[in-house]
């Protein structure tokens, strides 16, 4: 029997082939010398596509573009000069110019003395498909489908390696929304992953083709830029973001309303790894975060100093509270405008710091803001000053309530156990807050009328300098309203703040609110301040904070002034 090519075989050797071949459910085919198709199987013309009577006889360059069977023809003569077993994975273009993925391993055999090549064909597409769909997912945020943070590293280590060579001035931007929260809390999880899907399309379109943009989870992005320059760059995609953020989200539920902090971090050349790149970036982060948000800043070595100090002053708050014995109470009276009698002393805490000495709230209170640990540090003051006023029964305790006391969990019921603890009476307590506390804090105005309505007295601190003091006046029942130190300093210099403290001592007399007025540092502030009809008076001129042992001395004076008078 004459083959097509012309090649004499042994015929029954050939059938016997075949039939093996015929029964195996993967492509199977054999060529000749001639690089020519001479046996195949009904699934190896499924794979490419074409029928037997075609692919019988016809070579590489029959079937498949010049390019791949150039390659095909290369690798088969490899096998019929070296006589060697040769495994490939490589991507075929069938029939219907459909690419599939396979692993063709190729064996030269002998058969009725002709040197024949034996081909079989593993589809590995789908495999494939499904491997690179397992990475896809491993390294994008499925929401989003930009890259997630382990994608977002692999990048950073490959600038990082550019960067050993001295040809990278990659910048790394983290990226927090601000206000994110309220949006989820308020119009529902749809709503916010609508919203974030929204937002990862302006950072894409902000950035260029070479840049990443990433989600590293909730609400927090990052971009690496390729190159940005001398900072320029940088500046002005973070600008960029920053106005995308301030847009309005057009959503189902109705408008959303964000904002965005950022921190920039650029790779230097001395740079270790990328966990210093991402720690650098973190830093500004949360600089631009304590200066209000909505801004970005750039990571520094003096800022990294600053944010290190404020840290460890964190930690030994922590240390200090556990202790116990660094902590310390000071308290300034606030006397009658009229005859100088102590109505209450205002409690104020001092920290004798082992390494720093003495701190006052200014140093400190900040850092237990944002920590969390004002919470603890409040009632520490509130039960540690309400023991001590047992020695004076006849004034009241002034303690001050901060933002983050306001805001946290069950304040009024922690106060009241205190009260009870110390058999403290509630109608000798004045808890001080501010202006802005009550508008930045939804709920506080339902807290505070909780606290009053156990007897304490609400005092609104430093008055005049919020937005909306009469509201607050009117939301929550007041009891007494104290004028910020900043108008009594300036009533001589500036007729503005002498009307100002005027208005709010004939309101508080309207309304039936005591008014105090703090920083009396003069004699002519203390008389014009009586003329104006502010009951109460607290000050250096009165006197200073005092030591509990010193405070013990003055209330003896007091009290001995008082009958005397």
């Given at each position: 029997?004459?083959?097509?090519?012309?090649?004499?075989?042994?015929?029954?050797?050939?059938?016997?082939?075949?039939?093996?071949?015929?029964?195996?459910?993967?492509?199977?085919?054999?060529?000749?010398?001639?690089?020519?198709?001479?046996?195949?199987?009904?699934?190896?013309?499924?794979?490419?596509?074409?029928?037997r009577?075609?692919?019988?006889?016809?070579?590489?360059?029959?079937?498949?573009?010049?390019?791949?069977?150039?390659?095909?023809?290369a690798?088969?003569?490899?096998?019929?000069?070296l006589?060697?077993?040769?495994?490939?994975?490589?991507?075929?273009?069938?029939?219907?110019?459909?690419?599939?993925?396979?692993?063709?391993?190729k064996?030269?055999?002998?058969?009725?003395?002709?040197?024949?090549?034996?081909?079989?064909?593993?589809?590995?597409?789908?495999?494939?498909?499904?491997?690179?769909?397992?990475?896809?997912?491993?390294?994008?945020?499925?929401?989003?489908?930009?890259?997630?943070?382990?994608?977002?590293?692999?990048?950073?280590?490959?600038?990082?390696?550019r960067?050993?060579?001295?040809?990278?001035?990659?910048?790394?931007?983290?990226?927090?929304?601000?206000?994110?929260?309220?949006?989820?809390?308020?119009?529902?999880?749809?709503?916010?992953?609508?919203?974030?899907?929204?937002?990862?399309?302006?950072?894409?379109?902000?950035?260029?083709?070479?840049?990443?943009?990433?989600?590293?989870?909730?609400?927090?992005?990052?971009?690496?830029?390729?190159?940005?320059?001398?900072?320029v760059?940088?500046?002005?995609?973070?600008?960029?973001?920053?106005?995308?953020?301030?847009?309005?989200?057009?959503?189902?539920?109705?408008?959303?309303?964000?904002?965005?902090?950022?921190?920039?971090?650029?790779?230097?050349?001395?740079?270790?790894?990328?966990a210093?790149?991402?720690?650098?970036?973190?830093?500004?982060?949360?600089?631009?975060?304590?200066e209000?948000?909505?801004?970005?800043?750039?990571?520094?070595?003096?800022?990294?100093?600053?944010?290190?100090?404020?840290?460890?002053?964190?930690?030994?708050?922590?240390?200090?509270?556990?202790?116990?014995?660094?902590?310390?109470?000071?308290?300034?009276?606030?006397?009658?405008?009229?005859?100088?009698?102590?109505?209450?002393?205002?409690?104020l805490?001092?920290?004798?710091?082992?390494?720093?000495?003495?701190?006052?709230?200014?140093?400190?209170?900040?850092?237990?803001?944002?920590s969390?640990?004002?919470?603890?540090?409040?009632?520490w003051?509130?039960?540690?000053?309400?023991?001590?006023?047992?020695?004076?029964?006849?004034?009241?305790?002034?303690?001050?309530?901060?933002?983050?006391?306001?805001?946290?969990d069950?304040?009024?019921?922690?106060?009241?156990?205190?009260?009870?603890?110390?058999?403290?009476?509630?109608?000798r307590?004045?808890?001080?807050?501010?202006?802005?506390?009550?508008?930045?804090?939804?709920?506080?105005?339902?807290?505070?009328?909780?606290?009053?309505?156990?007897?304490?007295?609400?005092?609104?601190?430093?008055?005049?300098?919020?937005?909306?003091?009469?509201?607050?006046?009117?939301?929550i029942?007041?009891?007494k309203?104290?004028?910020d130190?900043?108008?009594?300093?300036?009533?001589?210099?500036?007729?503005?703040?002498?009307?100002?403290?005027?208005?709010?001592?004939?309101?508080?007399?309207?309304?039936?609110?005591?008014?105090?007025?703090?920083?009396?540092?003069?004699?002519?502030?203390?008389?014009?301040?009586?003329?104006?009809?502010?009951?109460?008076?607290?000050?250096?001129?009165?006197?200073?904070?005092?030591?509990?042992?010193?405070?013990?001395?003055?209330?003896?004076?007091?009290?001995?002034?008082?009958?005397?008078?």
């Open positions: 029997m004459r083959c097509g090519t012309g090649w004499k075989m042994n015929v029954q050797r050939l059938a016997d082939l075949q039939g093996i071949i015929d029964v195996m459910p993967t492509p199977v085919f054999v060529k000749n010398r001639a690089h020519r198709i001479i046996l195949l199987n009904e699934s190896a013309c499924e794979l490419f596509g074409h029928s009577e075609v692919m019988l006889s016809s070579s590489d360059y029959d079937l498949f573009p010049a390019e791949q069977a150039e390659v095909f023809h690798a088969d003569d490899r096998v019929f000069s006589d060697t077993f040769d495994e490939v994975e490589e991507q075929v273009t069938n029939a219907v110019h459909c690419v599939r993925t396979v692993i063709t391993r064996k030269k055999v002998e058969i009725g003395g002709e040197e024949l090549l034996v081909a079989v064909v593993t589809d590995v597409t789908a495999y494939r498909e499904a491997e690179a769909r397992s990475r896809y997912l491993a390294l994008h945020d499925v929401l989003t489908g930009l890259p997630n943070r382990m994608l977002l590293n692999e990048r950073i280590d490959q600038e990082l390696l960067a050993s060579r001295r040809e990278s001035q990659a910048a790394l931007i983290y990226i927090d929304l601000d206000r994110f929260k309220e949006v989820n809390d308020s119009m529902g999880h749809q709503a916010g992953d609508e919203l974030i899907r929204q937002f990862a399309e302006r950072l894409t379109a902000i950035v260029r083709a070479s840049d990443t943009v990433a989600r590293l989870g909730g609400d927090e992005f990052a971009i690496l830029l390729h190159d940005a320059g001398d900072g760059q940088s500046d002005e995609i973070c600008n960029r973001v920053l106005a995308a953020a301030r847009r309005p989200f057009m959503i189902e539920q109705g408008q959303a309303h964000v904002g965005a902090s950022l921190g920039i971090a650029h790779l230097g050349s001395g740079m270790a790894d990328r210093e790149l991402h720690r650098r970036a973190d830093v500004a982060l949360y600089q631009a975060k304590r209000g948000r909505g801004c970005f800043r750039i990571f520094s070595d003096e800022l990294d100093a600053r944010i290190q100090a404020r840290r460890a002053l964190e930690t030994d708050l922590r240390c200090a509270l556990a202790a116990g014995d660094q902590l310390k109470i000071d308290y300034q009276p606030l006397l009658s405008a009229r005859d100088d009698r102590v109505m209450a002393l205002e409690a805490v001092r920290w004798d710091h082992p390494r720093l000495g003495r701190l006052t709230p200014a140093d400190f209170l900040d850092v237990a803001e944002e969390g640990l004002i919470v603890p540090l409040g009632e003051v509130l039960e540690r000053a309400c023991a001590t006023m047992a020695k004076w029964p006849d004034v009241s305790l002034a303690v001050n309530i901060s933002p983050g006391q306001l805001s946290s069950a304040l009024v019921e922690r106060v009241l156990k205190i009260l009870d603890r110390t058999g403290f009476d509630p109608t307590l004045q808890l001080e807050v501010t202006e802005h506390a009550i508008l930045d804090m939804e709920g506080a105005v339902e807290t505070l009328k909780e606290l009053r309505a156990t007897g304490i007295k609400l005092v609104l601190d430093d008055f005049g300098t919020g937005y909306s003091s009469l509201s607050h006046l009117q939301k029942e007041i009891d309203v104290k004028i130190r900043s108008f009594v300093a300036e009533m001589s210099l500036l007729g503005g703040s002498s009307a100002i403290v005027q208005a709010v001592a004939t309101l508080g007399s309207s309304l039936g609110i005591s008014v105090t007025a703090e920083g009396v540092e003069t004699e002519e502030q203390r008389a014009f301040l009586r003329a104006l009809g502010c009951e109460e008076l607290q000050g250096y001129l009165l006197s200073r904070p005092m030591n509990e042992n010193e405070t013990g001395t003055y209330m003896e004076r007091s009290t001995a002034a008082s009958q005397a008078a």
